[in-house]
């Protein structure tokens, strides 16, 4: 309703009320007048009700809302179910252009100009994190892997000849598909074990871009987040490498932007040397739905052609599950989340270590690590395959404790044709198997407190049935099959009473 109609409300209800009504009216009016005019995330976070009124006025921009509208095309934002209709607030056009995922569709203004919104968002939010030097971001409906495959297959345009990519190790199944998604050969890059870290092995890099030709590697792509006790690449130093080398340098930032201690590493490495782009997930660092990414780099020309290599027009889902978010949040928000991570980090690092006492294991010194820790389980491990550690992890998880990994010796894996030993360990020959746990922005006391309590019952548990087979007949077979951790665990509820 305009003025006009307040106004003409007027003859049926009192003056005084409906001018009340039209001043609150305003007052919400102005806020998206504000939000629209300065084009900046706000401090403070709206309320649910202002920005649905947003939302509902962004989808009347859209063609498919038009009063009267006739589409003839194979494409007009027809939805058959009511239900999904209104499950994406009417916004059925997607975001971009055949050729550009961040081009202004004519038909869709209103998804446009979220899409826009969406990405100014996003790149206050990487600049707020510690990362000063990002010059432009692209949010792309497509988890971390896909978005590394992206930014690869952006750099292939530059660099025809390259065909291998440089890459210190993670043991995650999708960092190293991403390269071969790609279609370029992994170099896989050895860690170095320093104390009980595994750290990016410099010179081993150096030493191959010098024996493959600097010419014929298509980029570094190394990594910040990750779990313990890998930590952070030494990402300043390959940043300096890959400007001595005039290298690309791609960065796997999955879940980076919630620790200030990994956008400090990248803030650097741009600082001093060369990054083409950095990829964040919305789901690990904004708590929304699984599906996006954020593309980001200190050279707004790169970011662009990443835009234009995505292949037609896109699901808007992602944008849209981020704009609310944040704008939900407001920097303020985002920044209280951030402190409360970190005080989680203590407060689990302190409780895992306070265990690990008590059952004669060790929390493992990780310090350069800033989300992930992790506990040894020297204790527990039987035998080359180390198979009670692996039910220790199977029986956290029937109890309903997802997100440990526990690690073991033993496991090797074949991965689109190559061989990792000990998978899951980010080295051939880590010295014990552990059980890792991240305090990862939006956890709180109270999944600490669940946590550890399960994780005692568990290592009780764990340690019975350990001594149980050492004190059968030494040399006794085991039989072929036995019985799953989810066959002798009691998995009616998720409850701590067990």
Not at 61 to 88: I, K, Q, T, Y
Not at 287 to 311: H, L, N, R, T, W
Request: hydrophobic share 40%; glycine share 8%.
């Amino acid at each position: 309703m305009n003025s006009e109609c307040f106004g003409l409300a007027e003859r049926l209800v009192d003056r005084t009320y409906v001018q009340q009504a039209l001043q609150a009216k305003q007052a919400l009016t102005n806020q998206i007048r504000v939000l629209l005019e300065h084009r900046k995330w706000p401090e403070e976070g709206w309320d649910e009700a202002t920005v649905e009124l947003l939302l509902h006025e962004l989808a009347l921009m859209d063609s498919n809302n038009f009063p009267g509208n006739c589409g003839v095309g194979e494409r007009e934002a027809r939805v058959a179910s009511g239900l999904v209709d209104r499950r994406h607030f009417r916004l059925g056009h997607g975001i971009g252009r055949s050729g550009d995922i961040s081009a202004i569709q004519p038909k869709a203004a209103g998804s446009s100009l979220l899409n826009r919104l969406a990405n100014i968002f996003a790149l206050d939010v990487i600049k707020l994190a510690g990362v000063r030097a990002a010059a432009a971001c692209v949010l792309v409906p497509m988890a971390t892997g896909m978005g590394i495959v992206l930014c690869l297959l952006t750099l292939r345009h530059q660099r025809p000849q390259a065909k291998y990519v440089l890459w210190p190790r993670i043991d995650q199944k999708s960092c190293f598909k991403a390269i071969k998604t790609a279609g370029f050969e992994a170099v896989v890059i050895e860690n170095r074990l320093e104390g009980d870290e595994l750290r990016t092995d410099l010179a081993a890099v150096e030493a191959k871009l010098q024996e493959l030709g600097a010419d014929n590697v298509l980029c570094v792509y190394s990594t910040s987040s990750c779990f313990a006790p890998r930590v952070p690449d030494r990402l300043e130093e390959l940043a300096e490498l890959c400007k001595k080398y005039d290298v690309p340098h791609v960065i796997n930032n999955a879940y980076g932007v919630q620790s200030s201690k990994c956008m400090h590493l990248i803030q650097q490495a741009c600082r001093v040397g060369r990054v083409d782009a950095f990829i964040q997930s919305t789901d690990k660092n904004f708590m929304v739905p699984v599906g996006g990414s954020i593309i980001a780099g200190p050279d707004e020309k790169f970011i662009a052609e990443v835009s234009k290599m995505y292949p037609g027009r896109a699901s808007a889902s992602p944008s849209i599950d981020l704009f609310i978010t944040l704008l939900s949040l407001g920097r303020s928000g985002y920044k209280k989340l951030l402190a409360e991570r970190k005080e989680m980090f203590q407060y689990l690092s302190a409780e895992l270590s306070r265990v690990a006492e008590e059952k004669g294991e060790r929390l493992l010194k990780t310090p350069h690590n800033p989300i992930s820790m992790a506990m040894s389980l020297t204790g527990r491990a039987t035998g080359h395959d180390g198979k009670d550690v692996t039910q220790l992890g199977a029986m956290l998880f029937t109890r309903c404790v997802s997100g440990t990994r526990v690690v073991a010796p033993g496991s090797d894996k074949d991965i689109a044709g190559h061989t990792f030993r000990n998978f899951g360990a980010h080295h051939d020959n880590y010295p014990c198997a552990y059980l890792t746990a991240a305090a990862a922005v939006g956890m709180t006391k109270t999944d600490v407190d669940a946590f550890i309590k399960r994780l005692v019952k568990v290592l009780g548990k764990s340690k019975n049935r350990s001594d149980e087979r050492e004190g059968s007949s030494a040399g006794a077979a085991e039989p072929e099959e036995q019985g799953s951790v989810e066959s002798t665990a009691d998995t009616s509820d998720c409850s701590d009473e067990r």
